[in-house]
Antibody, heavy 118, light 113 residues
Framework: EVQLVESGGDLVKPGGSLRLSCEVS????????MGWVRQAPGKGLEWVGR??????????DYGTPVKGRFTITRDDSRDTLYLQMNSLKTEDTAVYYC?????????WGQGTLVTVSS | DIVMTQSPDSLAVSLGERATINCKSS????????????LAWYQQKPGQPPKLLIY???TRGSGVPDRFSGSGSGTDFTLTISSLQAEDVAVYYC?????????FGQGTKLELK
């Protein structure tokens, strides 16, 4: 069974930084393209970004509101995906989901809550 | 960036009746060389992550009941639930994956009448 488990969500002040992790099991992580999607409280889904597998170049793409502030990385030796968030704003408050960026095998974690508030 | 607009924002349908949700993209998501529409539909129930229902605009995901169907091409798409069941109460989102940043519609809340 494929499982994605996010962690690292916390309360952080505006301007601060936070790193989220997503541990993956049950699939060959190194071959997987992975992504992050967020959802502000009571709001809709917002695409944060994705990272391709290293064999496909390992490149990243980001949503417009987070470009230049957020960085997606992966550690294939640990089967773990990361989201480094810098210069956080109150509007970044959301549940952050990691998911497999795949149509045939589209799996999501349960999410981790990030709250940006003074 | 491609903007996705869903209609209606909310919808109330009786059990066993048909539910129809529309999605419009600000530019075509049809990739001409493959003749595929880069459009997906997700279902999200309260307290749960989204679940992929439909991709390539009309291909059902694994285990998705056949009462769910997707149609459309280019910029206009529809998700249809042929006979609404109680477990279909949820918020539904369309998403384009034609070009990054991949964007979602604002969501349509489906309730029981």
């Amino acid at each position: 069974e494929v499982q994605l488990v996010e962690s690292g969500g916390d309360l952080v002040k505006p301007g601060g930084s936070l790193r989220l992790s997503c541990e993956v099991s049950g699939l060959t992580f190194s071959n997987a393209w992975m992504g992050w999607v967020r959802q502000a409280p009571g709001k809709g889904l917002e695409w944060v970004g994705r990272i391709k597998s290293k064999t496909d170049g390992g490149t990243t793409d980001y949503g417009t509101p987070v470009k230049g502030r957020f960085t997606i990385t992966r550690d294939d030796s640990r089967d773990t995906l990361y989201l480094q968030m810098n210069s956080l704003k109150t509007e970044d408050t959301a549940v952050y989901y990691c998911n497999t960026d795949s149509l045939v095998r589209n799996i999501w974690g349960q999410g981790t809550l990030v709250t940006v508030s003074s | 960036d491609i903007v996705m607009t869903q209609s209606p924002d909310s919808l109330a349908v009786s059990l066993g009746e048909r539910a129809t949700i529309n999605c419009k993209s600000s530019q075509s998501v049809l990739y001409s060389s493959s003749n595929e529409n880069y459009l997906a539909w997700y279902q999200q129930k309260p307290g749960q992550p989204p679940k992929l229902l439909i991709y390539w605009a009309s291909t059902r995901g694994s285990g998705v009941p056949d009462r769910f169907s997707g149609s459309g091409s280019g910029t206009d798409f529809t998700l249809t639930i042929s006979s609404l069941q109680a477990e279909d109460v949820a918020v539904y989102y369309c998403q384009q994956y034609y070009s990054t940043p991949f964007s979602f519609g604002q969501g349509t809340k489906l309730e029981l009448k």
